[in-house]
């Protein structure tokens, strides 16, 4: 992954219209952006020497602010794909399992 | 995972000698700026559309490696803060309960 | 809730047909009979002044436990009950809805 | 909440005098009681077939407490055993490294 690219994270450049997430695409992209934010805020907070657990508190905000986005991915997952699957009449357990695998992986992280 | 800019944020500025991170600060910065480039890169994945499993893999991935960083920040707090608050014969409890806030915060995050 | 009851988890009493877990049951039951007997086993570490590193290590074993039912439960519920509200022609929002809060329960616990 | 049985797991048998947690022995294990006790119910809770999701939410509830419990404990061992190790001018690493390791399980758990 490199991030040298300056068209990066132009919301504009992605196709954007044909999937699940186009309505929330710009609320989304922007909670990522202060996420971000706040992962540079850690780093300058370090590098500025800031007591630690001040530095921790900031972590335990990031961290949380990740986890809420998944929380709404997840939820969107479940709303569209699962739901799509079952409902085009073929088999959702394809879908079901990538849900629950990615639960899984959220829980643990 | 490269962010392009050497300069941004840069960490040879803080005072740095005098905190207890100093000695791992290289590699702690560098930790950072790498989850800084992966929450970049979740944000990358919305804007093209990558399908939400995909983005929710890495989501976790970031999430692990800012707890990582926390649980080596919280180490480094126990080994010198609480550990210098006890050997110089004052009450470490102020910096007991910090540590032990700091944790509840990590473990409900 | 009460547990004086001789008859408690008691698996051959409960109707046991008609829900999705049924197929499960005495796998699920078993699993969390060990839970138990796992919160059991703390309780006697600590009334027998055991380490507290070690009751540590049991505690994060059996939250460990809990936490993989729980997904085996959330996969059960996409699976059946999400799943079947879609293929049903109803609208499985609510269904949805219920899945995702009792993910964030689950991330957040 | 009541486990119907005072007698099993006595608590009142363990040495109990010589560990830091002695002062706070019996509200431990009442908590620790408690919490099997909410296990049970998730036990029958199976059972009876009772709705999945209502399920999960008993499973968060002692999923939360056992955390809680395990916050307590680490606690304890911060504020006795790392804190005592660093002022008996013995080296406390061991008891911070052992420390660290017990938080990190507890985050990923």
Redesign the interface.
């Known amino acids: 992954?490199?991030?040298?690219?300056p068209t990066?994270?132009?919301?504009t450049?992605?196709?954007?219209q044909?999937?699940?997430?186009?309505e929330d695409?710009q609320a989304?992209?922007g909670r990522?952006?202060r996420?971000?934010g706040q992962?540079?805020g850690?780093?300058?907070m370090?590098?500025?020497?800031t007591?630690?657990?001040d530095?921790?508190?900031q972590?335990?905000?990031?961290?949380?602010a990740?986890?809420a986005?998944?929380?709404g991915?997840?939820?969107?997952?479940?709303?569209h794909?699962?739901?799509d699957a079952?409902?085009d009449g073929g088999d959702?357990?394809a879908k079901?399992?990538?849900?629950?695998d990615?639960?899984?992986?959220?829980?643990?992280?």
């Open positions: 992954m490199t991030t040298g690219d990066i994270g132009d919301p450049t992605g196709p954007g044909g999937y699940w997430y186009a695409k989304l992209l990522l952006r996420i971000e992962v540079r850690v780093h300058r370090v590098a500025e020497d007591y630690c657990i530095v921790l508190t972590i335990s905000a990031a961290t949380r990740l986890q986005v998944a929380l991915l997840l939820e969107g997952h479940l709303a794909c699962v739901v079952a409902q959702p357990s079901v399992r990538e849900a629950s990615a639960i899984a992986r959220l829980v643990r992280s």
